[in-house]
């Protein structure tokens, strides 16, 4: 396993237990205790940890926003399955708008890049992504919010407010039955609150840990999503409240055909 492949690996253990032993990590990865001490400094480091007497914890509390980092690293296999079924609902000639994340960045990754679709983000890191051989790609400008590497502000906001989309890829940091679609950030959540209100179609992106959390801002209601693809079944309560709602529900894209 390559350095890297090891760390994501160790950073998913971590926070899907709430805590590992450096005991624990070297017996389930099969590396030595110093290999597994070092990792674990450098993961530090990067913030992607928080390292504990004999092990780690995560490093976000509960209802604390994490880090593109540490988004990044997290789910991956889940993210990559979800946009791989959610790049489906792509068709010809669309305006077509990507979310800030790290789910719709794997979404990004699998959309065409032959110019059949206009594509607009607001973020930079998305753009470089989606411009491939012959895309248009457009960006909402605005003001770059370090933590999540997403565009947000008035400026961003003036682009939003003048413009419409035939689908909208979103993402999410939770959802819930009762709060319906949340995020820790205002300003996020006016610039999510803007992309719902523009799109045509929105389809949601999150991977099961988002589920039956509530964060600090609601930018939409459970209504305003036509199409969820996570990767594991939803709650029943939750799953009867998406099609009560009418949103079409693909809760099994982590499953392998």
């Known amino acids: 396993m390559l350095p890297e492949a090891r760390k994501r ?82 068709a010809d000639a669309e305006v077509v708008f990507f979310d800030a994340g790290t789910t719709t960045m794997e979404v990004a990754k699998r959309a065409p890049t032959d110019g059949s679709l206009l594509a607009v983000t607001n973020s930079p890191r998305l753009a470089v992504e989606l411009e491939g051989d012959a895309n248009e790609v457009k960006l909402t400008g605005g003001t770059l919010r370090r933590r999540t590497r997403a565009l947000v502000g008035p400026t961003a906001e003036s682009f939003m407010e003048r413009t419409n989309f035939d689908l909208l890829f979103l993402g999410t940091n939770a959802v819930d039955v009762d709060a319906g679609l949340t995020t820790p950030n205002e300003d996020e959540a006016r610039m999510k609150e803007l992309m719902v209100e ?21 930018f939409a209601d459970l ?30 894209a982590g499953v392998s055909s």
């Open 223 to 252: 209504e305003d999503v036509d199409h969820v693809v996570t990767d594991d079944p939803l709650p029943a309560d939750l799953r009867e409240a998406f099609e009560s709602a009418g949103t079409r529900v693909t809760d099994d």
């Open 9 to 90: 690996k160790i950073v998913e253990l971590v926070s899907a237990h709430d805590g590992r032993s450096v005991a624990e990590l070297a017996e389930e990865l099969d590396y030595s205790k110093a290999t597994i001490r070092r990792d674990l400094r450098e993961l530090e480091d990067d913030g992607l940890i928080e390292r504990s007497h004999g092990g780690a914890l995560p490093a976000s509390s509960v209802g604390h926003e994490r880090t593109y980092g540490e988004r990044e690293v997290q789910n991956l296999d889940a993210k990559r399955a979800i946009a791989a079924r959610a790049v489906e609902e792509l």
């Open 198 to 218: 523009k799109a045509t179609r929105v389809v949601l992106v999150c991977d099961a840990s988002k589920v039956g959390k509530r964060s600090f801002v609601q």
